[in-house]
């Protein structure tokens, strides 16, 4: 039997993550049935998942910039956190949440052009400069803390007094928002009330992803398509990846290479750097030191699980976030999701046996085992366990997804301006 599908590219592609998303959504809603929970598929879990992946995807996004023009950047981790001190020494400063936003991008990209600088103009080794950038950033957020917020300020060393938010907004008649003053009918959320079996469970997902959302969040998603059509529908995109294909070949066809790669590095640490402005000016209303936890090298990964796309990055990040907000949730929530992890591998198993991948399939299998297992003999999950999930998650998903990745060709290694031969 044949599937009916979109004649356009656009339109296949669109149709094929409906089907997937739904997938996802229908084997949430009967590992929910089975485990006896309700968070797995409620609003408030999305919701949550929504802003917890915001931050890592747009480290993963800039990291396709940077990725693209051919340099490695491990230093996004370093980016973000200057992005967090200072959008909210901007805020602060000029009690506007929204200056936050304008020098949290700048402080990225600060971090960005000193990586720009050291590995394309420098010829210095991608790793060593992240690396550098990282140490860096912390120890310099901290001096910069400690001159610049008086005792009686509310800050310190550590941490900043506290800002204002972006403020946030619910869709109309679909997640209850207000228009003109009146507070309009919610849809999804009267639709996830009824607990009907699948549909809820689509009305919890879509009034998570349609109410509260914050203006940089929308932001953030817009910027996934804006990506993906700047890098592969313009001639500026052509030879921005071209450099990171072959920049020899690049320069020959008269593209300006070093140029092109202090874009990408650049733009890599803004976007970088808004990321972690999400964390001070959407989740927390405050800049901590060690706020972004890891959350830069998260982003990395979510661009290889991506395979070094804006879609893929998305999805990895959204990966993530679920799972950190399942962390947040609830411990039976988490339960379930050693359940849902196992159903989801033995899938994936069944699939590699259809593919004939037999050793691929031989891990898959094992770890639908050890999962199901676990979630067999294992009543209450252990606090310190829960606190790892979203990376344990992240490190299972990367290593079951490599098979197909394929980097920039020229990623990572050194180029100088004439040595073509």
């Known amino acids: 039997m044949k599937i009916w599908q979109p004649k356009t590219k656009l339109g296949r592609r669109l149709w094929a993550a409906t089907l997937w998303g739904s997938s996802g959504i229908l084997v949430l809603a009967v590992v929910q049935s089975i485990a006896g929970t309700q968070e797995l598929t409620s609003h ?154 699948f549909l809820s469970d689509m009305g919890g997902l879509l009034r998570g992803l349609t109410g509260g959302l914050s203006w940089l969040t929308v932001l953030a998603l817009l910027l996934v398509p804006a990506t993906i059509w700047l890098l592969w529908k313009t001639p500026w995109g052509l030879r921005l990846r071209s450099c990171g294909e072959n920049p020899y070949s690049a320069e020959s066809l008269g593209v300006s290479v070093l140029k092109m790669k202090y874009y990408g590095v650049v733009i890599s640490g803004a976007m970088a750097g808004l990321g972690g402005t999400m964390l001070v000016l959407v989740q927390a209303g405050i800049y901590r030191e060690g706020q972004t936890a890891g959350r830069g090298y998260i982003g990395l990964a979510a661009l290889i699980f991506g395979n070094w796309n804006p879609a893929g990055a998305l999805a990895g990040a959204s990966l993530f976030g679920f799972a950190d907000a399942l962390r947040l949730r609830s411990e039976e929530a988490v339960h379930a999701l050693l359940l849902f992890i196992a159903v989801l591998l033995a899938v994936l198993l069944f699939w590699m046996l259809y593919r004939r991948s037999w050793i691929p399939a031989a891990a898959t299998g094992f770890f639908a085992v050890v999962f199901l297992i676990l979630y067999l003999t294992v009543p209450v999950v252990p606090t310190q366990f829960i606190a790892f999930t979203p990376h344990l998650t992240t490190l299972l998903v990367l290593g079951l997804a490599t098979q197909r990745l394929r980097m920039p060709a020229a990623d990572g290694l050194r180029y100088r301006k004439g040595e073509a031969v």
């Open 44 to 197: 408030g879990t999305f919701g949550a998942a929504l802003r917890m992946a915001m931050p890592i995807m747009l480290a993963g996004l800039g990291a396709v910039y940077s990725e693209r023009s051919g340099v490695v950047n491990i230093g996004l981790e370093g980016m973000m956190i200057m992005g967090t001190w200072f959008s909210a020494w901007g805020a602060w400063q000029f009690g506007n949440p929204w200056w936050g936003v304008l020098f949290g991008i700048l402080g990225g990209a600060m971090g960005g052009l000193i990586h720009a600088i050291a590995t394309v103009t420098f010829a210095v080794d991608h790793i060593v400069s992240g690396v550098a950038i990282n140490i860096l950033a912390a120890g310099g957020m901290r001096f910069l803390s400690a001159v610049s917020y008086a005792p009686d300020s509310g800050g310190g060393a550590t941490q900043s007094p506290h800002v204002s938010g972006v403020g946030t907004f619910s869709v109309p008649f679909l997640a209850g928002g207000k228009l003109f003053g009146w507070k309009s009918p919610d849809f999804f959320g009267w639709l996830e009330a009824h607990h009907w079996f």
